[in-house]
């Protein structure tokens, strides 16, 4: 079989019956069945160049026509895209697409609510007792000889705290510590914890630039000494603001775990620099001096115009109340208890001691005592028990003393005068009056002048006339 022959064997239609027979029964894939075809049309260029083939079957008007791929090949539809196309032309899709915006939006306004609206919990994280942070220092070092060879072997360290870069003031000392390095001559230490005690606060509160020095074994304070870098905000984030927190003076007072603000400074005091200081209680205040202390309550209004004002909206119940003192009135003397005192230090008498009102809404004055110790009442002043007395006279203007008929007055049972009127003494009529009743051998009458009946007099004894007399 000569080369012509076989060339004339190269035709389109042969290429196309080679193409279906890769694929249904070699199984090719079509990127294997692309690529063999490819080098025959390389071939069929080649062979028609150097003569051996006289049509090149690629070079023709008429395409080889593209091989069927086998059905398993064949990139089958998309079912989703039915479903979708389904689904897109329900009647109740438009309802749904609105359904879901709605939700949508009403979860992401809801969520911007909780965010940045309502008072979310911020927790935080703090100790349930306030706890100081330990203080160290980290430092690290490599130790060598004079020949710059590392030593491994335990040598003795002092580190100290100074206030300035020579000389200067020592603020903390780790004294003598054992350090061993390890083979390269590296060793770190945590001052104030492996080395030396803690370091006390004041050390960076207190200064503004610490430096650090070292003392090797017996050798001299290693020159220069190196400044330790303070972090300000880690200091203030320690102490608020420069103050620690505490009970002492120059601190921050916090609430303890029993929800009390304990200040232990002497005499400390709460200022309110503008403005009304109000302490306000969900059920009460209580203010109270120390239990066992026997401690005042000092309540000073300052200025003309200071005063001290109590408002109540009790409907019942005593609004001042003034309780206790079991032992009150054990000792000293009586002008020295008083449940009540005031004092006024002036010698003006136009004011009043006490002044008591009463009415809705204009009040009416029914009690005051003046600045003489005058009383008035506007009602009726009587003795509650037997036992009152008054020391002193007693004036009645512009009325009368009057009691009931059961009542007795009683006056001046302890002097020789008993009963002393300038004006005279009158008894209303059809109304007997007795004279030193129940008791005899006693002037019952002592007149220092005249005596005048205006009316019958009748005596049930003997009558006894002294020469001036005259009836």
Not at 36 to 51: H, L, N, P, T
Request: net charge negative; aromatic share 8%; proline share 4%.
């Amino acid at each position: 079989m000569n080369q012509k022959f076989l060339f004339k064997k190269i035709t389109a239609k042969n290429i196309t019956a080679y193409q279906k027979r890769l694929a249904d029964e070699l199984k090719l894939s079509p990127a294997t069945i692309k690529r063999r075809v490819s080098s025959i049309r390389k071939f069929c260029e080649w062979a028609q160049k150097q003569g051996y083939l006289e049509v090149n079957p690629f070079l023709k008007e008429t395409e080889i026509p593209g091989v069927s791929l086998p059905q398993k090949l064949t990139p089958r539809k998309n079912v989703f895209q039915k479903a979708y196309r389904a689904y897109n032309q329900a009647s109740i899709t438009k309802y749904f697409h609105w359904a879901l915006l709605i939700i949508f939006c009403a979860a992401l306004g809801f969520g911007a609510y909780e965010q940045f609206f309502k008072k979310a919990p911020t927790p935080l994280a703090y100790p349930a007792s306030p706890v100081t942070p330990n203080r160290f220092l980290s430092f690290q070092g490599r130790l060598t000889d004079s020949s710059d060879n590392p030593i491994s072997t335990a040598t003795n360290f002092v580190f100290k705290l100074y206030d300035a870069a020579s000389a200067g003031n020592t603020l903390w000392n780790s004294g003598t510590c054992a350090i061993t390095p390890d083979q390269d001559g590296i060793f770190s230490n945590l001052l104030g914890s492996d080395c030396g005690a803690e370091i006390d606060a004041t050390v960076f509160s207190e200064n503004a630039d610490v430096w650090l020095g070292i003392t090797v074994a017996g050798d001299a304070e290693a020159t220069p000494r190196m400044q330790i870098a303070t972090v300000g905000y880690a200091l203030s984030a320690e102490t608020l603001q420069g103050l620690p927190p505490g009970t002492e003076t120059s601190m921050i007072p916090y609430i303890n775990s029993s929800g009390d603000i304990v200040i232990a400074a002497a005499s400390p005091t709460i200022q309110a620099t503008s403005g009304t200081f109000a302490l306000e209680g969900q059920t009460g205040v209580t203010i109270q001096a120390g239990t066992g202390v026997g401690g005042s309550i000092t309540i000073a209004p300052k200025g003309d115009a200071g005063k001290v004002n109590l408002t109540s909206e009790a409907t019942t119940g005593n609004l001042l109340n003034n309780q206790g003192g079991a032992n009150f009135g054990t000792v000293g003397g009586k002008e020295a208890n008083n449940l009540y005192y005031g004092y006024v230090g002036t010698d003006d008498t136009n004011f009043n001691l006490l002044k008591l009102e009463a009415g809705a809404s204009t009040p009416d004055v029914k009690f005051t005592v003046d600045a003489s110790g005058n009383a008035s009442a506007a009602g009726i002043l009587k003795a509650l028990t037997t036992g009152s007395y008054f020391t002193g006279d007693i004036t009645v203007s512009g009325g009368d003393i009057t009691g009931d008929n059961s009542v007795i007055l009683d006056i001046g049972e302890d002097s020789t005068d008993y009963i002393t009127s300038s004006v005279g003494l009158a008894v209303g009529g059809a109304q007997t009056y007795y004279i030193n009743t129940g008791t005899s051998n006693l002037n019952a009458l002592v007149l220092a002048g005249d005596l005048t009946a205006k009316a019958n007099a009748t005596i049930s004894g003997t009558l006894a006339l002294a020469p001036n007399v005259q009836v």
